[in-house]
């Protein structure tokens, strides 16, 4: 019945809670076990640094041989660099698997990236990078092995076995830790689909009667009206409303392990196969992290503000993040409550200024593509609206801060969309969107007891790459060609990061498209 009822109001769903605004566009063009301790633990060794040097076989080896083959063309020589940074990053995140763990996802991902034709084909032509390939599905094989979730039966709810039937039923019997997930998820849709305030708000009438219901009603926009308006409220700081206590909460432990959800950092290719480089969040001042895709929910969001994805454990000091929605939502009874809990401000530019300078260590979380981001959303689909958009860095330059391109594989997997598959649907969102400020979004994933249509989003593993921090010099008046010259290199690497990770995350991954 809730299932039901969720379905009443799902096709006037806006976008999801993590929306930005765009602002006004600028002119331009842009179209880029030993002893007593575990088997992961002796894999995650095996893997480090300093074993790989005691071996003989340290972080120079995947760069043996780059430039020492003879009549090597250069898409050979790309091609094996590309390979050694892959192969690096997989060793990196396999070592951090004692403070992050790895889910069986993501293993069965490196995995199948290790064993992939065009893998085999490069590291076949380099000794010391087929030794490490080697090494590396021991390692992901002892991991496997190891892991506390090994024995379970796995999810019926994969994408190939989507393609096979119309409708499948879920099993009733599962493991208890599954339904703990898929509660979470639920308890997630509440606040960030508006057809479940509705519902909620519908039963408050039932309940209460109408008179009563009008009475509270009006008395609560009132205060928010006060707040907001009249007392000036900031959104973030001292007098924000956040509660520390709701980002720790477990149950966005279970909202993680659902998908299941992690986060990485990005190198360059010179970087990965390097000797190793300094942290470049070690800086005092803020960080504006822009993610994309936006996507239907942008789960990933949670990642930051959360830390259920342990993105904490990518950074040398810790960040205090904080993020910005849309303006509507806070007009929304429970969304507008759990929004300023959880540390979200309103996505204006007094707002993502306020969230870059109320600490040294700030982090603001930006989705730069916003509502219209949204539309775009489908599976594998690489399309982001960034075409013309300078505000978010125009208010870096003015703050100082760094920008910091993020890009999250799965994102748009989540659900399948209507708007992505009929060119009349998208047409008429898109008109719907431009008056509404938020887009309604034709969408279905799966339900509780099935697995093939519903409002709960498939189980798609997550990943948040995040990326390295672009330096903007502090001036309260930037020039086109500072904002040009940002954006040119905000682009370039989400698309050096979309091109080096989507073959081991999500190798369907369409080209990254820039509208």
């Not at 759990?338 to 996505?347: H, I, M, T």
């Amino acid at each position: 019945k809730l299932q039901f009822l969720y379905l009443i109001g799902f096709f006037a769903q806006p976008s999801a809670l993590c929306a930005a605004p765009p602002f006004p566009p600028t002119p331009t063009t842009m179209c880029q076990s030993e002893g007593n301790k575990p088997v992961a633990q002796d894999a995650a060794d095996a893997l480090t640094n300093e074993s790989f040097k005691s071996e003989g076989v340290g972080n120079a080896s995947f760069e043996s041989g780059l430039s020492a083959v003879k009549n090597e063309s250069p898409a050979a020589a790309a091609a094996r660099r590309r390979v050694a940074a892959q192969m690096k990053h997989v060793a990196g995140e396999v070592a951090r698997n004692e403070a992050a763990q790895l889910s069986l996802q993501h293993l069965s991902l490196f995995d199948a990236f290790l064993a992939r034709e065009n893998v085999a084909a490069v590291c076949d032509e380099d000794v010391a990078l087929d030794e490490q390939r080697d090494r590396l599905v021991k390692a992901v094989s002892e991991l496997v092995a190891a892991h506390p979730h090994a024995s379970e039966a796995p999810s019926g709810d994969t994408e190939a076995a989507q393609a096979d039937g119309w409708f499948r039923f879920a099993p009733l019997v599962q493991p208890l830790r599954r339904y703990g997930e898929k509660l979470s998820v639920w308890w997630l849709n509440f606040f960030t689909l508006y057809p479940a305030v509705l519902v909620a708000l519908a039963c408050l009438y039932h309940v209460m009667g109408g008179a009563l219901f009008c009475t509270v009603l009006a008395g609560y926009y009132a205060h928010v009206w006060w707040t907001d308006k009249a007392c000036q409220r900031p959104w973030h700081g001292e007098g924000s409303g956040q509660q520390p206590w709701l980002r720790k909460a477990r149950i966005y432990d279970a909202v993680a392990g659902y998908f299941p959800m992690r986060a990485v950092r990005y190198q360059t290719e010179g970087a990965a196969v390097s000797e190793g480089r300094g942290d470049a969040f070690d800086r005092k001042g803020g960080y504006l992290f822009g993610v994309h895709p936006h996507g239907v929910q942008t789960v990933s969001v949670y990642a930051y503000l959360t830390d259920a994805a342990h993105i904490s454990s990518l950074f040398s000091r810790p960040l205090q993040f904080c993020a910005e929605t849309l303006a509507a939502n806070f007009w929304v009874p429970f969304i507008r409550e759990y929004a300023v809990a959880l540390g979200f401000g309103n996505a204006s530019r007094e707002s993502i200024a306020r969230g870059l300078t109320h600490a040294e260590n700030a982090a603001v979380v930006l989705v730069v593509g916003g509502a219209k981001e949204s539309l775009f959303s489908a599976p594998h689909s690489s399309k982001v609206a960034l075409q013309g958009r300078f505000g978010f860095l125009k208010v870096a330059f003015q703050t100082g801060a760094a920008v910091v391109p993020c890009w999250t594989f799965g994102e748009t997997s989540l659900f399948d969309n209507a708007a992505a598959t009929s060119p009349r649907v998208s047409k008429v969102l898109r008109a719907m969107q431009k008056y509404l400020t938020f887009a309604p979004l034709m969408v279905h994933g799966r339900g509780v007891f099935n697995y093939s249509f519903g409002v709960v989003p498939y189980r798609r593993p997550v990943t948040s790459v995040v990326g390295e921090p672009i330096l903007c010099e502090k001036t309260a008046a930037p020039t086109k060609e500072q904002l040009a010259a940002a954006h040119a290199q905000y682009v370039a690497q989400l698309r050096e990061m979309v091109d080096l990770y989507r073959d081991i995350y999500e190798p369907d991954a369409e080209d990254l498209c820039v509208m």
